[in-house]
């Protein structure tokens, strides 16, 4: 017989943000209008101490295990990984997670949004969702996507057959269409069977896109600049209870000039940027308060255990001036001029960019605490936390400073719901859970935090947390890690973490150092890491390259081949991509699609020629090639990697006639999301004046196939030379 929960056992859902700091929502101080977020911690619990591992991955992780995210090798971000124990990026299988644990216990489990933690997205496989406890999902595997073209929706182990996206299509939106969908598909199938349900947002992370109807609600909203929306954010905090008295507001980060003498035309730029990302966590709340209703409904609310939070504080990845096309990086480019956002201004929030916020915002985001995402300083571990039960919690509105940890996420759901941990998992002994419950700290105002002590890592960085105290050291990458260069804060009159105790308690510095170390061996947290974004996004260890030469073909009629396995047979490389069609007199359209808004190429048909439009992160060019007989041919793009990120192509028709060779820079290294499409331009288009023109621009004749001839590496390579 299936097992059955207990009678009245509560359902459980857990709304997770992704890069949202500490400040960002009403309830924590926040302008941008929550009242949904807001209304959920009226009627429950506030944590003003709660920490989290500061990047994507490794909170995920721990959140879904309570366990330390280096100890489930989950320690940097899954697609990444450099090759040590702790970093590999798959969560191993005696390692439950609490989708795991619930579905034995008789729970209906549900996961929409973003997944992020397997290093496969290409195949199914023992890390996907479906394989890790829910039995329904609805989302995409990997760090970031589009919210208006995502590039490709996994709906349980099937890629969803999307060529095109519906006028007024939103990600946010059709993540909670989905999940409202699953649950009352299993309300009709079950009127008493518990559920979890993940709501796992990619806002507000980048890319900043929003709909213009929430875009026009903060239209000017920014003006007045992120140091006064600072100052205003730590009133409120101060007013609400959240931060004690006399707590000091960190200094501005030394590389954020004061808002007064950002230039006026800059400063229209900037306050885009931000009017976007409220917009963006506003239709995130709508979206909460539509779950709310229809648990009110069902009448399921009060028995609902409703958790609201974030992975990591706000990020400072695009710089004091924020980007337009912020995947250069990912391709190890420097940001365009800032000269180019601003022609561009218009492009800021829709789907055309890859916009983020500038480093002003995100320290807005992180009020009062410094540091950011991937740092170890307070903006980066300390978000916001929100707990409600009303059937069972019953201190409404309550707030709670004592600490807590993701990891403790799970132990507290498990032993608030009475489900016991798992024994065993995928038929080997169950890791047991490092988080401890924090049910009694959220039943007793007074009780006292589980656990009092916690260590943190991410990129080099490091903290380590005891009794009140906090020690932390960040580093500056690419360069050798220092060792010594902490510093320490004291809780009880530094909640800000604002003000450095070396020197006045040695020993307690000396005492929390030698903490970290021991934690930092028991969890598989050594070696440090510390190289540039360039390095850690695109350096391969030697049994991932790929082969000096290769061949490779690809069918049409299928879905969009994925960007694992065309990347690495064009990046920063020689190649030909010959397709083999057959054409008619009236026919035109893709040939074939690498890529989207971010980068990418695209071969095409217009107007009887061959033409290529190549998006250089943000740069773009067209080849004009030769006009196309009727009948059947080859249509090639020839393609030399120079060096230093430059390269040059030209377009070939059955070998013979050929177009001039043109600047095609940079080479495309990576930091799109799209694949590669045969006969149309799915989803998010390379060239968006061609999908003005002519939409997703399927081609009218016959393709027989594609191939792909991988060359030698541009000679500056790393390892170019084998």
Not at 178 to 196: L, Q
Not at 404 to 413: N, R, S, W, Y
Request: hydrophobic letters at 40%; charged letters at 20%.
């Amino acid at each position: 017989m299936p097992v059955r929960p207990p009678a009245g056992s509560p359902n459980i859902v857990i709304v997770y943000m992704d890069d949202m700091g500490w400040a960002d929502v009403g309830c924590y101080g926040s302008e941008i209008a929550t009242p949904n977020i807001d209304t959920l911690a009226g009627r429950g619990i506030r944590f003003t101490h709660y920490t989290t591992h500061p990047i994507c991955s490794p909170a995920r992780a721990a959140l879904l295990t309570g366990r330390n995210a280096h100890s489930v090798a989950t320690g940097w971000l899954a697609q990444n990984n450099p090759g040590f124990p702790g970093y590999f990026g798959d969560i191993p299988l005696d390692a439950p997670t609490i989708a795991e644990t619930l579905r034995a216990a008789g729970y209906a489990t549900i996961a929409v949004g973003k997944w992020h933690n397997s290093t496969n997205g290409v195949t199914p496989n023992p890390t996907w969702p479906t394989y890790r406890g829910f039995d329904r999902f609805y989302g995409f595997l990997e760090g970031e996507t589009g919210y208006f073209f995502p590039a490709r929706i996994v709906y349980n182990n099937i890629v969803a057959p999307i060529d095109d996206y519906p006028p007024g299509y939103y990600a946010t939106d059709d993540w909670m269409d989905k999940a409202i969908g699953f649950v009352t598909e299993i309300r009709n199938e079950d009127p008493a069977r518990p559920f979890f349900l993940y709501v796992a947002n990619n806002a507000v992370h980048g890319p900043l896109q929003a709909k213009e109807s929430d875009l026009s609600k903060y239209r000017g909203r920014y003006d007045g600049g992120w140091d006064a929306v600072r100052a205003a954010r730590f009133e409120r905090q101060q007013a609400m209870g959240l931060v004690p008295a006399g707590t000091r507001l960190s200094e501005r980060d030394p590389a954020v000039p004061a808002w007064d003498n950002v230039p006026a035309e800059q400063q229209r730029l900037f306050a885009r940027h931000m009017e976007t990302y409220a917009a963006m966590l506003d239709c995130a709340d709508q979206n909460v308060g539509r779950l709310v209703a229809l648990l009110d409904e069902l009448g399921e609310l009060a028995n609902t255990i409703f958790v609201f939070s974030s992975d990591n504080g706000g990020t400072n990845s695009a710089g004091p001036a924020g980007v337009l096309h912020f995947n250069r990086r990912y391709a190890g480019l420097p940001a365009l001029p800032v000269e180019v956002d601003l022609e561009r201004e218009a492009w800021i929030g829709t789907g055309r960019g890859s916009a983020l916020y500038p480093t002003g915002w995100a320290q807005v985001s992180n009020t009062p605490f410094p540091s950011y995402k991937t740092y170890t300083g307070g903006g980066g571990r300390r978000v916001s936390f929100v707990v409600s039960w009303p059937d069972k919690l019953k201190d409404p509105g309550g707030i709670r400073s004592q600490f807590g940890h993701v990891i403790d996420v799970m132990p507290t759901l498990l032993d608030l719901a009475g489900v016991p941990a798992l024994e065993m998992s995928h038929g080997q002994l169950a890791q047991p859970m490092q988080g401890k419950s924090l049910g009694p700290m959220l039943r007793d105002a007074n009780a006292p935090a589980p656990r009092n002590e916690q260590y943190y890592e991410c990129w080099a960085n490091r903290a380590y947390y005891r009794d009140g105290w906090v020690a932390v050291s960040l580093q500056k990458r690419g360069e050798a890690i220092d060792f010594d260069n902490w510093t320490l804060h004291a809780h009880a009159e530094d909640f800000s973490e604002s003000m450095n105790l070396r020197r006045q308690h040695p020993q307690k510095l000396a005492e929390l150092v030698a903490a970290f170390d021991e934690a930092a061996w028991a969890n598989l947290v050594y070696p440090l890491d510390n190289r540039t974004p360039a390095a850690k996004f695109l350096e391969l260890p030697p049994h991932l390259r790929p082969p000096a030469e290769s061949r490779r073909r690809f069918l049409p009629n299928a879905q969009t081949v994925h960007r694992n396995v065309i990347a690495p047979l064009i990046a920063n490389r020689n190649f030909k991509i010959t397709t083999r069609l057959r054409h008619g007199t009236a026919d035109e359209g893709v040939l074939f699609a690498i890529g989207d808004v971010a980068g990418g190429l695209v071969l095409y048909i217009e107007d009887g020629a061959l033409r290529l439009t190549y998006n250089g992160y943000g740069r773009f060019r067209v080849l004009l090639g030769p006009a196309v007989a009727v009948g059947e041919c080859r249509a090639v793009l020839e393609y030399e990697a120079l060096g230093r990120h430059r390269g040059r192509g030209r377009l070939v028709l059955d070998m013979g006639d050929s177009g001039e060779w043109g600047d095609l820079s940079p080479t495309l290294m990576g930091g799109f999301h799209e694949g590669l499409d045969i006969g149309l331009d799915r989803r998010a288009p390379v060239d968006w004046g061609l999908r003005e023109r002519h939409g997703i621009f399927r081609y009218g004749g016959a393709i027989y196939d594609v191939v792909i001839e991988s060359g030698p590496f541009a000679p500056d390579m790393s390892f170019a030379s084998g």
